[in-house]
């Protein structure tokens, strides 16, 4: 059979094959469309718009403006790049040498307990990595939680591609001087998968899949190229048969050949599209410890890689919001940003015979009781019990 024609009966069978992938599609889907839509961007480099983020913080206090950052963004990550930085998302770093203190000594911890987590797509060595890094930073130090994730870039561009009720979980990836770089990649959902189970996904899954996750990184030390910051390949999310194809090894060749990488500073994030080939670099330095808080965010109709605690996180987080709502340390908008990063903000899968819809066609959620009980300024233990209670309710 031609390859058209192997081509075609994967079309009539709505679904996709590795061996019917083709690197001059692949190649054509890369070729850069010029936008001159990019209002907001302050600078593109390797075709990747970067934002200043002391410019879209005022745009992000005004409705309009920010309807139109997030459009913007959006279309960046859907069509365009696939990719885009956001510089100075922490002006000020020290909360992020805060949480590095936590992370460094989560992974001593975890060093002398025994335990060595394995990355998904690098060998094992000089690499350090914490799972569920969310939960264990907000149930060891909730107050530097709280201000690590009150950026409202942070929530706006969760909300530009998952809209609503996003779920928040990071892993903390430590690439020491010699760590090796990954192979080249798409992410989770289906990038997670073997290519016999892809294959067994219909055409609609695979162009679904990249909306249910947000994939970003906070860097958390300075990373010059030298140091490995992720390598990508702009537009690579466009080609519709990619998570069938970054397995390949002409695929993977062509990614080596073509691949960009941007230095980030400390406190600046990128973000990108899941299904974006990509691969963090090797640290070619002989000083430099790249740290980066690895953000995994979910869209409320999918399902996040970790599962955590979070009627735990949300009782060590209330406390410290509380206070900082009485002491006027906190404002309203930043507040529900790291409610946000915390508290299941989907009410269902629920037990509707115990926890039935409140005034509408849904029970109330996890961040709207803890909305509800900051807003009332309820104590601690007041809070505790009813979060304790209403996850009991939503049991089978």
């Not at 959006?74 to 040498?97: E, F, H, M, S």
């Not at 130090?141 to 909300?159: D, G, N």
């Not at 002989?286 to 735990?312: C, D, F, H, P, W």
């Not at 989907?346 to 029970?363: E, I, S």
Request: proline letters at 5%; a negative charge.
């Amino acid at each position: 059979m031609k390859a058209t024609d192997s081509r075609r009966d994967a079309q009539v069978r709505n679904g996709y094959r590795e061996q019917d992938c083709s690197l001059q599609d692949f190649i054509a889907a890369l070729r850069p469309r010029p936008d001159d839509s990019l209002r907001f961007a302050s600078a593109i480099v390797d075709h990747i718009p970067v934002y200043d983020c002391r410019e879209p913080r005022s745009a992000l206090e005004d409705a309009s403006r920010r309807a139109d950052l997030q459009s913007e963004w959006a279309k960046v990550l859907n069509v365009g790049a696939g990719v885009l930085v956001l510089k100075r998302v922490y002006a000020d770093t020290v909360v992020v040498d805060e949480a590095t203190r936590v992370f460094e000594s989560l992974i001593q911890e975890e060093r002398e307990a025994g335990s060595a987590a394995a990355d998904h797509f690098a060998k094992a060595g000089a690499n350090d990595r914490i799972w569920n890094a969310q939960e264990k930073l907000c149930l060891r130090a909730p107050a530097v939680f709280a201000r690590y994730f009150e950026s409202a870039a942070l929530c706006a561009i969760a909300e530009a591609w998952l809209g609503p009720h996003f779920q928040v979980t990071s892993q903390v990836n430590v690439v020491r001087p010699g760590g090796q770089a990954q192979q080249a990649h798409r992410d989770y959902h289906l990038g997670f998968q073997t290519v016999a189970e892809a294959e067994r996904y219909p055409a609609h899954v695979h162009a679904m899949s990249p909306f249910l996750t947000l994939q970003g990184a906070v860097a958390h030390t300075d990373m010059p190229v030298e140091s490995g910051p992720t390598k990508l390949l702009p537009y690579s999310q466009r080609y519709a048969e990619g998570y069938l194809a970054w397995r390949r090894q002409d695929f993977r060749d062509y990614f080596e050949t073509h691949y960009v990488q941007l230095p980030l500073e400390k406190g600046d994030a990128l973000f990108f599209n899941p299904a974006l080939f990509h691969a963090a670099g090797s640290n070619r330095t002989t000083s430099v410890q790249r740290m980066a808080n690895l953000l995994q965010i979910s869209s409320a109709y999918g399902r996040a890689m970790e599962s955590l605690n979070r009627t735990k996180m949300c009782e060590a987080l209330y406390p410290v919001l509380l206070e900082r709502m009485r002491s006027a340390n906190i404002t309203g908008e930043e507040a529900d940003a790291v409610i946000a990063s915390c508290a299941e903000g989907y009410p269902f899968p629920t037990n509707l015979d115990r926890d039935p819809p409140q005034g509408g066609l849904a029970p109330e959620s996890q961040q709207g009781l803890f909305r509800r009980a900051l807003a009332e300024l309820w104590s601690a233990d007041r809070f505790a019990a009813a979060i304790r209670e209403q996850a009991e309710r939503r049991e089978a």
